[in-house]
T-cell receptor, first 115, second 111 residues
């Protein structure tokens, strides 16, 4: 298996532009998580899905952020408009089940720089 | 709400043992985890422990759990340069599979 795939790996954009980050979870996994990692705030859970349905979006910082999962093999995280403080590494992770022990498999991340 | 705390930095000499400590606040957590993040990469599960266990050993890794004090530790025996990374402690935060991560401990192994 290729693991969790994220694209792009690096994104540089200007303030005010729309940014779309993409994730392909591991085939057969029921859960998909979006995280943001910064030096100041560490690793933050933004939102997670179960069977394509958002379960908890309380970590989404503000209305500029939105996430979708139109099918089991694809999710997007969109920032519109982007701001310099959105600069971070964004990780997508997936897992097989929620109950019991469930290992989250992380993608390589997208490093976003907003100028 | 839940809060997981870790020390931020640990320096250790190659060949010595490393001990990374973590405290958590949710006494109902069923699983506790240690993840490793190497530079430029995502997190990778190292090991986990179920809450009814006190200790788990896996090759060079030993996890100790003190439920009374809500304290979790990870011991790495014979630390190697390849063990240099950030180590995250995490607890299972809900029945759906959400994990609450600590801030991570940067481990630097010196020759």
């Amino acid at each position: 298996d290729a693991g969790v795939i994220q694209s792009p790996r690096h994104e540089v954009t200007e303030m005010g532009q729309e940014v779309t980050l993409r994730c392909k979870p591991i085939s057969g996994h029921d859960y998909l998580f979006w995280y943001r990692q910064t030096m100041m705030r560490g690793l933050e859970l933004l939102i997670y899905f179960n069977n394509n349905v958002p379960i908890d979006d309380s970590g989404m910082p503000e209305d500029r952020f939105s996430a979708k999962m139109p099918n089991a093999s694809f999710s997007t995280l969109k920032i519109q408009p982007s701001e310099p403080r959105d600069s971070a590494v964004y990780f997508c992770a997936s897992s097989l089940q929620g109950g019991g022990h469930n290992e989250q498999f992380f993608g390589p991340g997208t490093r976003l720089t907003v100028l | 709400g839940e809060d997981v705390e870790q020390s931020l930095f640990l320096s250790v000499r190659e060949g010595d043992s490393s001990v990374i400590n973590c405290t958590y606040t949710d006494s109902s957590s069923t699983y506790l985890y240690w993840y490793k993040q190497e530079p430029g990469a995502g997190l990778q599960l190292l090991t986990y422990i179920f809450s009814n266990m006190d200790m788990k050993q896996d090759q060079r890794l030993t996890v100790l759990l003190n439920k009374k004090d809500k304290h979790l530790s990870l011991r790495i025996a014979d630390t190697q340069t390849g063990d240099s990374a950030i180590y995250f402690c995490a607890e299972k935060a809900d029945s759906w599979g959400k994990l609450q991560f600590g801030a991570g401990t940067q481990v630097v192994v010196t020759p």
